[in-house]
C-alpha cells in the first residue's frame, strides 16, 4: 500500500549562505495492508521528515512514494488533495484549526468533506469521542482551549473518522494517561484488522512492541558524509 | 465501512477557470508578468505576497476590473469555455452578476451603505431577474441567517453594523444567486482574530456545502494555511512558487517564500 524507493532529500536554506542540507538518501520502505511499521531512530534523524514527504508538504529530492497507485514524490497539489481526502490519513502531533469551531465538527470534518451526510458524520464523530474519553460537555467547544492531551486525543479522533487504508501515526499516544494510551492502540488494532497500512512513530517502546510488526530504523537512510 | 453512506461527487478534468500568460503593465513598471494556473471546481487558491507583489491587480484582472495587456482567462461557462478577457463587456457583466463574485476587503466598497441589509442581499437577486417580494425577502433572511445575522436586523443599514457583520453581510450579497467562482481581496482583513476566525469557519463550510471555487488574496499565511488547498507565492508581479499549501508553508522551495514564511511571528 505504501512503498518508498531510493528517496532522497535535502533542504536548500537560502537566506543562510544558500547552504544545501542532505537530510536523507537511499530510503527504502514497504507497508503492507494489515501492517503497523514504526520509524525509529533517535530524535533529529528523519523521522518526521520522512512522514511529511509521504504526506506531501516535504517535497522529495529524488525517489519514488507510491500511495496506493500514486507516486507522490511526481504528483500534483490536486491529485495529493484527493489522495489525502479517501486514501491517506494523517494523525500529526499538533492540532490545526479554525478557533472557535466545535469539537464535534473538526472530528466530523473529513467525513463531511466526502459528502457524507451531517447526522451520520456527527454520530461517527460522537462515537470515536465518546470512546477517546473526551466529556460530551466539550464536544460543542473549540478544542484550542484544551489540555494537551486533550488535543490529541481530538487529533486523534479526527484521524480515525473515516477509514482510510493508509495512515501515517507521529506519535499517537505522547502525552496520552494509560487508559487513552490503550483506547488508542485498540484503535490501531482495529484499522490493521480492517487492512489499514500504518506507518507510525512510537516513542513509547511497549506501544511500539504492541502494535508494530515490524520497524525501520531511519539511521539507515542519513546521508554518508564526504570527508 | 457499511455504515456510511457515501455519496462522492464525480471528479472532473475540466478546469473551471485556465489562466495563460497573464500580463499587466503600468506603463514600463510591471503589476503581474506571464501568470498561469488552472482551478479546478471546488478549489480554493491561495494568493499571497507582500504589498506591491502584485496579487491585487493580478486578482483584478482575473475578475475582469481591469483589463490585461497580455493572456487568457477562460472560464468554464454553461455554454462552454469563454475567454473572459476577449469576451463582450455585456457578457463579462452578466457572468460578474450569476457565475461570479467579488467579496473587497473593505465591506463598504461591496455594499450598498444606503440600503437595508435585506435590500443589499434582494438586489443581487433581482438583477438576475427575481420579481416576487416575499420570495426575495425570504431568500434574505436566509442567507443571513447562514451569515449568522439575526433576522430582526434585515431593515437596518449597513451602517448599524459592525466591521465583521459587514463583511458577514457582503458574503451574504456575493453568495445568494449561487456563484461557481469567488474572487476575494484580503477578506479577513481589518477584522478582529477573534472575528476573522468566524467569518473563516463560515468561508470553509460556505466552499463545502456549495461546492464553490474560490481565489483569495491575503498577506495573512495563517488564514491560507486554513483556507487554501492550494497557494501561490508573488513577488514583484512574478509568481515566484506554487504548489499545494502546506508543502509551500513547511518546505518552501523559494529564497523569497522561505524568508516570507520564517518571517512569521510565533504565537
Known amino acids: 500500500m505504501i512503498e518508498i524507493r531510493d528517496l532522497a532529500k535535502s533542504f536548500t536554506l537560502h537566506n543562510q549562505g544558500a547552504a544545501v542540507l542532505p537530510v536523507m538518501a537511499n530510503a527504502n520502505l514497504h507497508v503492507r495492508p494489515g501492517e503497523c511499521v514504526g520509524l525509529i531512530g533517535a530524535s533529529g534523524a528523519g523521522k518526521s521528515t520522512l512522514m511529511r514527504m509521504v504526506w506531501g508538504n516535504y517535497l522529495a529530492a529524488s525517489g519514488m512514494i507510491r500511495v496506493g497507485t500514486l507516486d507522490v514524490a511526481q504528483a500534483a497539489p490536486r491529485q495529493i488533495i484527493q489522495l489525502r481526502r479517501k486514501t491517506l490519513g494523517y494523525v500529526s502531533q499538533f492540532l490545526r484549526v479554525v478557533p472557535r469551531v466545535p469539537t464535534i465538527e473538526v472530528v466530523a470534518e473529513p467525513l463531511l468533506n466526502l459528502g457524507v451526510p451531517a447526522d451520520q458524520a456527527r454520530d461517527r464523530a460522537a462515537s470515536l469521542l465518546t470512546r477517546l474519553n473526551i466529556p460530551e460537555r466539550l464536544w460543542n467547544l473549540s478544542p484550542t482551549t484544551f489540555s494537551g492531551g486533550e488535543q490529541q486525543r481530538v487529533n486523534i479522533a479526527r484521524g480515525f473518522a473515516y477509514p482510510y487504508p493508509a495512515l501515517l501515526l507521529d506519535e499517537p499516544t505522547a502525552s496520552l494517561d494509560a487508559v487513552n494510551g490503550a483506547v488508542v492502540l485498540d484503535l490501531i488494532a482495529e484499522a490493521k484488522a480492517r487492512g489499514a497500512a500504518i506507518l507510525g512513530i512510537f516513542h513509547d517502546e511497549a506501544a511500539r512492541a504492541q502494535v508494530c510488526d515490524r520497524v525501520v530504523d531511519v539511521r539507515d537512510f542519513t546521508p554518508k558524509v564526504a570527508a | ?267
Open chain 2, 1 to 267: 465501512m457499511g455504515m456510511l453512506n457515501l455519496n462522492l461527487t464525480a471528479e472532473t478534468d475540466q478546469p473551471l477557470l485556465s489562466v495563460q500568460g497573464l500580463t499587466k503593465r503600468y506603463g514600463a513598471r510591471i503589476g503581474c508578468a506571464d501568470v498561469s494556473f488552472d482551478l479546478f471546481p471546488g478549489e480554493v487558491l491561495g494568493i499571497v505576497g507582500e504589498s506591491g507583489s502584485g496579487k491585487s491587480t493580478l486578482l483584478s484582472c482575473l475578475a475582469g476590473h481591469m483589463p490585461p495587456d497580455q493572456g487568457s482567462v477562460i472560464f468554464q461557462t454553461a455554454q462552454g469555455p469563454r475567454d473572459t478577457v476577449t469576451m463582450a463587456e455585456a457578457d463579462r457583466r452578466r457572468m460578474a452578476r450569476t457565475d461570479w463574485a467579488f467579496v473587497h476587503q473593505n465591506p463598504r466598497d461591496g455594499l450598498r451603505m444606503g440600503v437595508s441589509a435585506g435590500g443589499n442581499v434582494g438586489e443581487r437577486l433581482m438583477a438576475i431577474g427575481a420579481r416576487h417580494y416575499g420570495d426575495i425577502r425570504d431568500k434574505a433572511i436566509d442567507w443571513l441567517g447562514r451569515v449568522e445575522i439575526a433576522a430582526d436586523r434585515i431593515d437596518d443599514r449597513p451602517r448599524a453594523f459592525s466591521g465583521g457583520m459587514q463583511q458577514r453581510l457582503q458574503i451574504a450579497r456575493n453568495l445568494v444567486t449561487g456563484p461557481r467562482l469567488v474572487f476575494m481581496d484580503e477578506p479577513t482583513g481589518g477584522l478582529d482574530v477573534s472575528v476573522q476566525a468566524r467569518l473563516l469557519d463560515l468561508l470553509r463550510g460556505l466552499v463545502r456545502d456549495m461546492g464553490l471555487s474560490a481565489i483569495i488574496v491575503t498577506h495573512d499565511l495563517a488564514v491560507v494555511r486554513l483556507l487554501a488547498d492550494r497557494l501561490m507565492v508573488m513577488k514583484s508581479g512574478h509568481v515566484v512558487e506554487q504548489g499545494l499549501t502546506d508543502q509551500v508553508l513547511d518546505d518552501p522551495q523559494h529564497a523569497y517564500t522561505q524568508l516570507l514564511v520564517s518571517s512569521v511571528l510565533q504565537v
